[in-house]
């Protein structure tokens, strides 16, 4: 039992939070906001590292914060998690992307959704979240500290009560809640407190590489199918990736490959690609029909009766597939043919050879590259330890982790805010004990 004096007894109980959240980012806030929406008497301290709150927020999907997914089938909706899967459907099942619509639009924030299904604030601005959140942060009364850089955490067993140590002091509560993002800080207090931490890698990011292919190619953008091989072409053992590969919209950069097809790929490759060193083969079908792909020997009697149809027109000037000219002539040189050449002169190798590139083409990636200002990890406390249905540490008492503190990551869409905004209501939900 903690020895104090009575005087001292009654300054800590007067200092005593009823929850402490550790983070002021779009999880912490929105934990916060909908515990006081719940239990007006609960008393909040969120404590923030920074200067300023929802900085990841306000750089979202370019500054205009993509929250959520209008995916309506949820068995579909947790597919585009790498990591978390499993263990999030159960939990949006409970509070699922169509509860975050109506949450917003009944703290009066309109939404549109876009033709991707992407949702985001109608005003087209991170702005208007960042504005809800504090807004409704001062309307309930929770305080926020800023620039605190948290170096101990503890929990008094007999007392249950958590301690948070900080330079500026000792503060405690009856709960704890952890909603740091990738804070390698946090997650090594975590570790002293018994949790795993999974080591983190980079999730989402671009493949750069010193092929010529790509140049003057810059900002060509079309629909296509990636692999990702080892420098000895082999499938990398990539779930999803390895067998079908991954369809999406493909974006030629000066520097190499971006676009969602791509930082697909880098999500659910994450960690096998951090262990390669970032050093592989990427193979891109560039002919698709919706949502399938024309084979080898499609491809191949597509060319010959083009070369039927079309002897006397040049390969350049006639390309029987919906492909950008530039490209299409690309990877006629890339095939050893001429553009010049004239459909009747191509021979059955230079076909074979042609119909091979337009369904497998291989690039040397040697390196990644930053998706934006964005940056997303794999890694984080260990999905074995939490009890998902209220994202409760099943180490400790009354300890809380939620967002990506956890080994949970999703593609790009609005997956990620998503896991955000889930962990923080069923975190609420259970600190003021009510079902759902």
């Known amino acids: 039992m903690k020895s104090f004096l009575f005087t001292d007894f009654y300054l800590y109980m007067r200092d005593l939070y ?8 779009a999880c912490g806030l929105f934990t916060a906001i909908n515990i006081a929406e719940k239990d007006l008497k609960k008393r909040i301290l969120i404590l923030e590292k920074g200067k300023e709150a929802l900085t990841k927020v306000r750089i979202s999907g370019g500054g205009r914060c993509n929250l959520t997914n209008a995916q309506v089938d949820l068995r579909e909706f947790v597919k585009n998690y790498p ?3 499993r263990e999030l459907l159960g939990a949006f099942n409970r509070f699922s992307n169509q509860d975050t619509i109506r949450w917003f639009s009944d703290h009066r924030v309109p ?6 299904k992407r949702i985001f604030p109608q005003s087209n601005s991170s702005e208007s979240v960042i504005d809800c959140f504090l807004s409704l942060s001062r309307k309930y009364g929770i305080e926020i500290k800023y ?3 948290v170096n101990r955490l503890s929990y008094l067993q007999e007392e249950g009560i958590w301690e948070v140590h900080s330079s500026k002091g000792t503060i405690p509560a009856r709960a704890l809640v952890i909603t740091t993002g990738s804070n390698p800080k946090v997650w090594t207090l975590l570790a002293q407190l018994g949790h795993t931490i999974i080591p983190p890698v980079p999730s989402l990011f671009t493949f750069a590489t010193d092929d010529a292919f790509i140049k003057e190619l810059s900002g060509i953008s079309l629909n296509a199918n990636v692999k990702l091989l080892d420098e000895q072409h082999r499938p990398l053992k990539v779930p999803l990736v390895e067998k079908q590969g991954i369809m999406g919209g493909l974006l030629i950069t000066h520097w190499g490959f971006s676009g969602p097809a791509i930082l697909k790929a880098s999500s659910f490759a994450a960690r096998i690609l951090a262990e390669c060193n970032y050093k592989f083969v990427l193979q891109i079908h560039w002919l698709s029909q919706g949502e399938q792909l024309l084979s080898l020997t499609e491809v191949i009697s597509s060319l ?7 002897p006397r027109k040049e390969l350049q000037n006639h390309c029987p597939f919906p492909l950008p000219k530039k490209l299409w002539n690309k990877l006629l040189e890339r095939s050893g043919c001429l553009p010049h050449q004239l459909w009747t002169e191509l021979s059955k190798a230079q076909i074979h050879s042609l119909a091979q590139e337009l369904t497998g083409s291989t690039f040397s990636i040697h390196s ?3 998706f934006k200002e964005e940056f997303v990890t794999a890694g984080g406390v260990s999905l074995k330890e939490i009890d998902f249905k209220a994202f409760r540490s099943k180490l400790l008492p009354n300890l809380y982790i939620g967002g990506e503190a956890l080994d949970i990551d999703a593609v790009t869409g609005g997956y990620n805010f998503q896991n955000a905004w889930t962990a923080g209501y069923l975190i609420a939900c259970a600190l003021t004990n009510e079902s759902q």
């Open 83 to 85: 990591r978390g899967n």
């Open 368 to 370: 990644k590259a930053t």
């Open 304 to 310: 010959q009766e083009e070369k039927q149809k079309h």
């Open 147 to 149: 620039e605190h850089n």
């Open 18 to 25: 009823d929850i402490i959240i550790i983070g002021a980012g």
């Open 111 to 116: 939404l549109k959704e876009e033709a991707d």
